[in-house]
């Protein structure tokens, strides 16, 4: 029988057997930097993970006794924002909080500066920095370095009204309505898209000041990204989408589903503007450098 098998029916040119060598050697090397890479995420998100949730309650007991002591109507005091989505980034994010009202006892300028003297004349400066008031909350800094952001708050039917972006009036909106469509997308992909999100926040907490999203519009971003996902579920394979999908989509504005404003990130500009192409380039370089990692460490420094 005609043929160029070898003895010990081995077939094949040595050149072959090698190249094959190589092609299994390199796969296995990229299946080690995966895991080594997966591992090193797994470590980061236990580590933002590892904020003490109690000792923030006992803020926010302590914040709503002062407020109910000095004559505010307050029916309840909620966990909202980043922890009650639970995309928390420890020491990145604000703990975000609904104060409820029985009534709306005049303009929210009104409301949030009678907070904040409130909250001055009881809240002992040996724990609190800062007491600051904007546009739509009250900002309690603490020395620990935790800020709790007061938000007032009344119902109305299905929907909650807060004080309007610009201070100046009530506007009735559905918070909710954005919670519920994250929680849906998250649990759609294998509870992944929640990880994703702390991670990518965490990277981007480093870019110029200019170029940093809010949490409310990284979180936005996410459930666009993964409204129809069909790929890999590991940390790094959602990481990575979300970082090219939102370098993407942020040159577009972000429609707001609460109903609070038109768009999370009108203050972006236009679309295609200046700021919008500096943020869209800095994603992209930090998706870029992660991919080009070689080891878990080269990995790890990009979030350095």
Not at 32 to 55: C, H, K, S
Not at 158 to 169: F, M, Q, Y
Not at 229 to 237: H, T
Not at 238 to 247: G, N, P, Q, T
Request: aromatic share 4%.
């Amino acid at each position: 029988m005609g043929g160029s098998g070898r003895p010990g029916g081995h077939s094949g040119t040595s050149d072959d057997i090698a190249r094959t060598r190589e092609m299994v050697r390199r796969e296995l090397e990229q299946q080690q930097l995966a895991a080594d890479i997966n591992q090193f995420l797994a470590e980061q998100l236990a580590g933002y993970n590892e904020r003490d949730t109690e000792a923030v309650r006992e803020k926010l007991d302590d914040i709503e006794e002062t407020l109910r002591e000095l004559g505010h109507d307050v029916e309840r005091l909620l966990f909202g924002g980043s922890v009650a989505k639970h995309t928390y980034v420890d020491g990145l994010s604000d703990v975000d909080s609904l104060v409820f009202l029985g009534d709306q006892p005049g303009s929210p300028v009104e409301v949030i500066e009678g907070f904040a003297e409130a909250l001055r004349a009881s809240l002992p400066p040996s724990e609190v920095r800062s007491i600051e008031t904007g546009r739509m909350a009250v900002t309690v800094t603490y020395r620990d370095d935790t800020q709790v952001q007061l938000l007032p708050a009344t119902e109305r039917g299905e929907h909650t009204v807060i004080p309007s972006p610009d201070g100046t009036n009530w506007k009735a909106v559905r918070p909710h309505r954005f919670t519920e469509k994250l929680t849906e997308t998250n649990q759609r992909n294998g509870g992944g898209v929640v990880p994703a999100i702390k991670l990518a926040k965490a990277l981007i907490d480093q870019f110029p000041k200019t170029q940093q999203l809010s949490g409310y519009h990284v979180e936005a971003l996410a459930v666009d990204a993964f409204k129809a996902y069909n790929g890999a579920r590991d940390r790094a394979s959602m990481l990575h989408h979300l970082l090219r999908h939102a370098a993407e989509a942020v040159l577009q504005p972000t429609g707001d589903i609460t109903g609070q404003t038109v768009h999370i990130d009108k203050h972006l500009g236009a679309s295609g503007s200046t700021q919008r192409r500096n943020i869209s380039r800095s994603l992209r370089a930090t998706e870029t450098a992660l991919t080009s990692a070689t080891s878990a460490e080269d990995y790890g420094r990009v979030f350095e």
